[in-house]
């Protein structure tokens, strides 16, 4: 009884991987969808959101069948609590890739994001597949220095997302609103996308440790200023 309760345990865990895994190549294939008016990659994006649906439910369904059957308590509870929370991160990032591609459908046979733009909406695309592929090894690893460096990966989507803002604020700027409001979206799709890899690492810390992230690593700002002087 006890090795099929672990089983169970254990593919929960790999459901978590294999979501984070889906939702990495979504967020990749969605970025050349756009970048390229990828008509049919968009689609097949969009459509592959399901499984990703898919594999929440038949986790969330494995998840409460073991908190009603088996009990769980101290850490065996934690990995149950926290996997739910986990695979609900991964499912919002699946729709954020899914936004991306809409997106990108909305607006062929046109480009929706200007040329000028491609280099950033590419390098954040990239980082954001990065970001969830350390996710991935996280849940698979259990490495707690490497969870913890997500936050500080994450810095660098911070900085791609105020650069086109820097963008849309230029007086320079000659694309229109219909596009700003588009270069805008993404920029927060990615962004969040980002946020919830962060968020999935994080959860694998508590899962871990028993403490949260931020009570291990507490975020230190830079001094500047005056009291930097």
Known sequence: ?????????????????????????????????????????????????????????????????????????????????????????LERSGDLAQHVAKLARLRFPERA???????????????????????????????VDLALQLESDDDEMDLLHRTLFQHLLDDKWKHGIETAVDVTLLGRYYERFADHAVSVAKRVVYLVTGEHADDIQPDIQPVTGAEGA
């Open 1 to 89: 009884m006890r090795d099929a309760y672990h089983e169970e345990l254990d593919s929960i865990g790999d459901g978590l991987v294999e979501m984070a895994r889906l939702v990495g190549s979504a967020i990749g294939r969605a970025t050349t969808s756009i970048l390229d008016s990828d008509l049919k990659l968009a689609e097949s994006v969009i459509e592959a959101d399901q499984k990703v649906d898919d594999l929440q439910h038949d986790l969330e369904a494995k998840a409460i069948a073991l908190l009603a059957r088996q009990q769980p308590v101290a850490t065996d509870l934690r990995i149950v609590v926290t996997s739910l929370r986990m695979s609900a991160d």
């Open 113 to 143: 994001i200007p040329h000028d733009l491609h280099a950033t909406i590419l390098e954040m695309g990239q980082l954001a597949q990065r970001l969830m592929a350390k996710a991935a090894e996280v849940i698979i690893t259990k490495d």
